[in-house]
């Protein structure tokens, strides 16, 4: 009888161990969160967000599933461009006084192939919420040589702006947006697993 409830108990505690929550941080001097948008057809702008914050939760080192939750400081938008970046804040696009956050609610995590992902979750900018859908390659897990697991993947996809109010626009003379409504994401993340 004590043997089976030993075995019972190492059971139990193995399958908690199993199915412990893992939680991973930002290692954001190692990450980037940037954005590129065709201006008058013929060549791109890329810009950054330099101020996030995010939570990912994961079933010990197995990221399907994983829970994740990202948050972006509109105010915090880099173009290269002072002028520029003063007009993404202004009502014309992101209107960062009244809608300073954008936010990302994570609905799924799933494994298509050996290191690709499909991310599926709310998008949420100047208060217009839509579902994406974004691609996630997994480049790998390594331990560092200060103890730490470390994780890297590069997020991408394509949103319209026009999806999220973003919607000034003008027209060149021979046809064509200054400025494309589409707008292409390409997020580098390293996470470092929380001890």
Not at 16 to 34: E, M, P, R
């Amino acid at each position: 009888m004590r043997k089976l409830f030993l075995s019972s108990l190492m059971l139990f505690l193995a399958a908690g161990l199993i199915n412990a929550q893992t939680k991973w941080n930002f290692d954001k001097s190692h990450s980037k969160v940037a954005f590129k948008v065709k201006h008058m057809v013929i060549s791109e702008v890329t810009g950054y967000f330099n101020e996030y914050e995010g939570t990912v939760e994961t079933n010990g080192d197995n990221f399907e599933n994983a829970k994740i939750n990202f948050t972006i400081d509109v105010n915090s938008i880099d173009t290269d461009n002072e002028k520029r970046d003063e007009h993404l804040k202004s009502d014309d696009f992101f209107n960062a006084a009244k809608f300073p956050k954008i936010t990302f609610v994570g609905k799924s995590f799933k494994k298509v192939a050996d290191n690709k992902y499909k991310l599926v979750g709310d998008l949420t900018i100047r208060d217009n919420t839509k579902e994406v859908t974004l691609d996630v390659t997994f480049n790998g897990m390594v331990n560092d040589p200060w103890g730490n697991t470390r994780a890297g993947f590069k997020v991408t996809g394509t949103i319209n702006r026009f999806d999220y109010g973003l919607k000034w626009n003008a027209l060149l003379e021979l046809g064509g947006a200054v400025v494309s409504e589409d707008v292409d994401i390409v997020i580098d993340i390293e996470l470092i697993k929380a001890k």
